[in-house]
Nanobody, 125 residues
Framework: VQLQASGGGLVQPGGSLRLSCAASRGTFSNYALGWFRQALGKEREFVAAISRVGKRTDYANSVKGRFTVSRDNAKNTVYLQMNRLKPEDTAVYYC???????????????????WGQGTLVTVSS
């Protein structure tokens, strides 16, 4: 599967953005998906994960209650709705995928096989 992330940009603190990650090749509904981010000078970190049909999700504590991950298997797309953004959310955001059985989610970057190219989110006034 190939992944293409989009939707990043510059937003003021407290604002919102929605990231999208479109997949091609492969059967999208066979894959568990995740979002990760990497700030300048820091290691890549987990943001959110979603199971094959979207019934299970999980979030990093730093984004819980502000970010929502969802997917539309008919459109081969996963989304990350980001609300109440903070300057510390500034990073390159990556989507990732791996084949999985129904109901599984994965929180570690090493668990994922396929990665998108990243989209930059900058939160600044």
């Amino acid at each position: 599967v190939q992944l293409q992330a989009s939707g990043g940009g510059l937003v003021q603190p407290g604002g919102s953005l929605r990231l999208s990650c479109a997949a091609s090749r492969g059967t999208f509904s066979n894959y568990a998906l995740g979002w990760f981010r990497q700030a300048l000078g820091k290691e890549r970190e987990f943001v959110a994960a979603i199971s094959r049909v979207g019934k299970r999700t999980d979030y990093a504590n730093s984004v819980k209650g502000r970010f929502t991950v969802s997917r539309d298997n008919a459109k081969n797309t996963v989304y990350l709705q980001m609300n109440r953004l903070k300057p510390e959310d500034t990073a390159v955001y990556y989507c990732a995928a791996r084949f999985a059985n129904t109901g599984y989610i994965f929180l570690r970057s090493d668990d994922y096989i396929y990665w998108g190219q990243g989209t930059l989110v900058t939160v600044s006034s």
